[in-house]
């Protein structure tokens, strides 16, 4: 039997830097709220399975309304370095308008492994977000609440929503054509290019 030589595997330069460099303006993007607001501060220590002292998670509070601003995780043997960032953003009304997180894997720091921009839209009494990565590659979509007196809940992943918007372009059908949906998501971004780099 002859063996098949496996592909290498190339390291995406690009994304590497957006993603690395996506942390780095997230983590601007935290010091700027901070000095924005009064702050209250609560701290852990936290880990994994074999590894129960792995990050020191700082979370820190807007001291007037009780709101979570950020969180971050420090890897405890090289404390300048950060193992997960969030930064959550509110609109006028208290209400979260978008939400920020990259986090790395415990020992491999070449690129954070996740990163996610969550944006939310709310009308009458349903909630809806849209989640991105720092790449700006739309991966889920979520809404809940009521709508005409009935229960909402969509939860579409990428998959899903590829195949929804087939359906939607090919036979305007399906449920991207529901008047839930549009009720959801019609005046959402479709990109999440107006929030990065993190705002």
């Not at 969030?86 to 492994?113: C, F, I, M």
């Not at 991966?139 to 809940?153: I, K, N, T």
Request: charged share 30%; aromatic share 12%.
């Amino acid at each position: 039997m002859i063996g098949l030589a496996a592909e290498p595997i190339i390291e995406d330069r690009g994304h590497v830097y957006r993603w690395n460099h996506f942390t780095d303006d997230l983590y601007e993007l935290h010091k700027a709220q901070l000095a924005e607001h009064n702050v209250r501060t609560e701290a852990e220590v936290g880990g994994y399975a074999g590894r129960g002292d792995f990050y020191k998670e700082e979370r820190f509070y807007d001291l007037d309304n009780g709101r979570l601003l950020s969180m971050i995780q420090w890897e405890l043997t090289q404390p300048e370095k950060i193992h997960s960032i969030e930064v959550y953003r509110y609109d006028d009304q208290g209400r979260l308008s978008r939400d920020y997180s990259s986090t790395y894997l415990p020992d491999y720091r070449n690129a954070p492994t996740q990163t996610l921009i969550f944006v939310h839209r709310y009308n009458d009494d349903l909630h809806a977000y849209r989640s991105f990565d720092a790449s700006g590659e739309l991966l889920s979509e979520r809404c809940e609440g009521e709508y005409g007196d009935e229960p909402v809940f969509i939860n579409l992943d990428i998959d899903e929503l590829d195949a929804a918007m087939i359906e939607r372009f090919q036979r305007q059908s399906g449920p991207l054509t529901e008047p839930v949906y549009l009720r959801c998501f019609q005046d959402m971004p479709e990109t999440a290019e107006a929030f990065l780099p993190p705002n």
